[in-house]
């Protein structure tokens, strides 16, 4: 993966990205790597982790530490975190990309398929958040006499929301829902982790090219491709770009609590 924005920006850091295995997690990871950070990557298969690691590690990135873990599961992210902790001393950030789609109109919408949506997506992000704080972040602070950290390091969360939180989409009451509440819930942790000097942000793409469209077909992909202002859907590094910059404190140190919209201008707040 090329360097784009500061080389080596990341250099001495160690990062998490939860999705690692494929589509946009995959790609931030492979973007943070070439920039100098040490990946932690969380996802649910340990084989296809194996293989993203190996990829990183072939382009001549740090090698990862693959962590398998269910986002949903509280054991298993505490665990995650335990195991960057053990492995690094030190984790800078978190990028919180892993999710699902359980598309049905509401009528057909089964409870079950609602709840599985919302654990992945919105309590997979507050697990993160509050085990990195709860083992990490909140230690350092209580350390310095409860004062705000002021030891230059970059500290930070990148959320995944979608343009879809903010447009709706039909079959898809249980994302939207998830998505709305993570930018909301982005903008609480940014105010508290203000005094750990963490950046919490989000980013909320439109489609971008990955499994999780599949089922949409090439002819959808076309049409929303040209309900964007610039003729095409995203590519997943489009959006681990975006991600990239928003993590690198010389780029984006004095932006918290805000959600970027990275959908080619098909929807405009
Ligand atoms: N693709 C898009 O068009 C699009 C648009 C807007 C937002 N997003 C968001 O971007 C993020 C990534 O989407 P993508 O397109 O790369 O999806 P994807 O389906 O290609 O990849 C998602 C990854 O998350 C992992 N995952 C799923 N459930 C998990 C769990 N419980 N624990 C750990 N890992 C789990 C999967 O195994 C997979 O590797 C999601 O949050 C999605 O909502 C995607």
Redesign the pocket.
Known sequence: MECVLRERAFEGETHIV??A?????NCVAQVLAAHGAQLVL???DPGRLAEAAQEIKTAGGLEPIAAA????EEVDVQRAVGIALEATGCINGVVN????TRDARIPKKSYEDFKAVMA??LY?TFLFTREVAAQHWHLLFKKNDNQPLADGVNRFIVN?S??SARNGNIGQIDYTAAKGAIEAVTRTTAREFASYRARVNAIA????N????EKIGTEGIQAMGRATLVGRIAEPVDIANTVCAIADPKLFGYTSGQVFAANGGMYMA
């Open positions: 939860t999705g295995a494929q589509g946009i997690g969380v996802d649910l873990a269910n986002v949903a990309v892993a999710g699902i992945v997506h997979g995944f979608s343009v793409p439109g489609p971008v990955t499994p999780m469209l």
